[in-house]
C-alpha cells in the first residue's frame, strides 16, 4: 500500500466548503501516480517503453465530503493483474481513521506506438505488491446507458483537458459530466466508463438522462458514441 498526507485546499472544494468529487479523483490518480515515481516506474519509465496505463472503469463511493483545511491520507493499492490489464484500489480517510471515500479501478496497459492493448511487462508486475480487493458493490464495469438521453449543447476539448497521454484525462470527463447535475444533487456513487479517448480539437456531444435518484450521461462523439459513460447516485 502507498499512502500520502494532505490537506483540503481552497482550490478544491465547491461553494459550500466541502471537497469536489472531482477532486477526491484527482487525489486518488495522484496517488498512484506518486507510487509509480517512487517505484521508478513512472511517467519517464513509461515514455521510454512507449507504454501508458489507460483507466477503463472508475467506481466511487462517498461517505463523507471532507470540508476546507481538513487533514485526510490518501492511499492506493493493486490487487490483481491479468493479460493487459491492471486493477487498484483506493482511499481517502480522516485525521481520525475515518474512511470518507474509496475507490476501485481498471486500468489497461496501451502500446502508444501501435494504440492497441499491451500485455502487462514483468518488471510492471514484480515491482508492485498486491494487497487485498476492498469489499465494495460488485458491479459491473461497463454502463448500460438508458435510451432516452437528451441531447445537450455541445462543446470542444481544450487544452486543458489534455494530459501527458495526450488525451483527455479520465478525471475531466467526471468534471464535465457534473455539469449536468440537477441543483442540490448530492453524489455518494460514482461509476465512470471509458470507452475511447478524445484528444484536442475533438468535439463533445453531451446526451443527459432525465433525472431521478440515478443521473446518466453520455460525453460523446458526432456520431453519438461515447467516449465516456458516466453514472451518479446519491
Not at 165 to 181: E, F, P, T
Not at 205 to 234: C, H, M, N, T, W
Request: proline share 5%.
Amino acid at each position: 500500500m502507498y499512502c500520502f498526507d494532505s490537506r483540503i485546499r481552497y482550490s478544491e472544494v465547491d461553494n459550500g466548503r466541502r471537497i469536489t468529487l472531482n477532486a477526491i479523483v484527482d487525489y486518488f490518480q495522484d496517488c498512484s501516480s506518486f507510487q509509480a515515481e517512487e517505484l521508478g516506474i513512472g511517467i519517464d519509465y513509461m515514455m521510454q517503453k512507449q507504454a501508458a496505463w489507460v483507466l477503463s472503469a472508475w467506481q466511487v463511493e462517498i461517505s463523507r465530503y471532507p470540508e476546507f483545511g481538513e487533514k485526510v491520507t490518501v492511499s492506493t493499492w493493486p490487487y490483481g493483474m491479468k493479460s493487459f490489464f491492471g486493477y487498484r484500489n483506493y482511499a481517502m480517510e480522516s485525521e481520525t481513521g475515518e474512511r470518507l471515500a474509496w475507490g476501485n479501478s481498471t486500468w489497461v496497459l496501451l502500446d502508444l506506438a501501435h494504440s492497441r492493448p499491451l500485455k502487462v511487462l514483468p518488471e510492471l508486475a514484480e515491482a508492485y505488491t498486491l494487497s487485498p480487493q476492498l469489499p465494495m458493490e460488485d458491479v459491473s464495469r461497463k454502463i448500460a446507458l438508458p435510451k432516452d438521453l437528451e441531447a445537450r449543447e455541445a462543446f470542444p476539448v481544450h487544452k486543458s483537458h489534455i494530459d501527458t497521454n495526450q488525451h483527455v484525462n479520465n478525471g475531466k470527463y467526471i468534471s464535465m459530466a457534473q455539469d449536468y447535475l440537477p441543483e442540490g444533487f448530492a453524489v455518494h456513487k460514482m461509476r465512470a466508463e471509458y470507452r475511447k479517448a478524445a484528444v484536442y480539437g475533438d468535439v463533445i456531444f453531451p446526451f443527459v438522462s432525465k433525472g431521478g435518484e440515478e443521473i446518466f450521461v453520455s460525453l460523446a462523439d458526432e456520431e453519438g458514441k461515447p467516449y465516456a459513460a458516466v453514472e451518479f447516485r446519491q
